[in-house]
């Protein structure tokens, strides 16, 4: 067995909240009056919600007092959980479910890695929370993506060598975190326009060629 652990990033990598993610900014983006699209929103993956505003703001002209930032923050969050009501397991696709399925399958444990506060409330939605052997999320880090921290903590909480464990990322800052973590990689979707993984994935059940 190559691996003994898949740590899988959430967002854009499990399910597709990545949308979600945008379309919350992208209201707060215009309350504040930047300019805000795609391309921006890219550079949000794996990065906290307040290192998101900061980039969000890199074009503001002005400066925003704390109270003032947390505001928005609060506000992003506000909008985002209440578009994340509407996930259910429908959500997740066939192909995901029968996956993790197979992995587990091998023997091979299965954490969660991600960024997001929201992690477990997501988890819940799609009808994955109980599923996971270990869930590392924006709960128990002090440093998000690209710092190895959220990986570590995987690691250690399923009790694998880093070394062990294969991580499964759609963010440059994911990857990037995985490689200073010690841990192979395998990209999918915008992670694979980044040549940094030692996999890239056109689809999520080819991880099945792989582990
Ligand atoms: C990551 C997303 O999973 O979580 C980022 O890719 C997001 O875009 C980060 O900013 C933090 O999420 P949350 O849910 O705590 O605001
Ligand atoms: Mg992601």
Not at 11 to 22: E, S
Not at 46 to 51: A, K, L, N, P, V
Not at 70 to 85: C, E, G, H, R, S
């Amino acid at each position: 067995m190559r691996y003994q652990a898949v740590i899988f990033d959430l967002d854009g990598v499990i399910c597709q909240t990545d949308r979600y993610h945008y379309l919350a900014w992208k209201r707060i983006a215009d309350e504040i009056g930047v300019y805000f699209d795609e391309v921006i929103n890219n550079r949000l993956r794996g990065i906290s919600r307040t290192e998101s505003l900061e980039i969000i703001l890199e074009s503001y002209d002005g400066e925003l007092s704390q109270a003032e930032k947390n505001y928005y923050t609060d506000k992003k969050n506000a909008i985002y959980l209440d578009l994340l009501k509407e996930m259910s397991p429908e959500d997740l696709g066939p192909e995901v479910r029968d996956t993790l399925d197979r992995i587990r399958a091998k023997g091979i444990l299965e954490a969660i890695g991600s960024s997001s506060r929201n992690a477990k409330f997501i988890l819940r939605q799609v009808g994955l929370e109980n599923y996971f052997d270990a869930v590392s999320d924006g709960s128990n880090i002090t440093n998000s993506k690209p710092d190895p921290e959220v990986f570590l903590k995987a690691s250690e909480y399923l009790g694998i060598d880093p070394r062990g464990c294969l991580v499964v990322e759609d963010a440059r800052s994911g990857l990037e975190a995985a490689l200073v973590a010690n841990m192979d990689c395998a990209a999918i979707g915008d992670g694979t326009k980044y040549n940094l993984a030692n996999y890239n994935l056109k689809r999520f059940s080819d991880l099945l060629l792989i582990v």
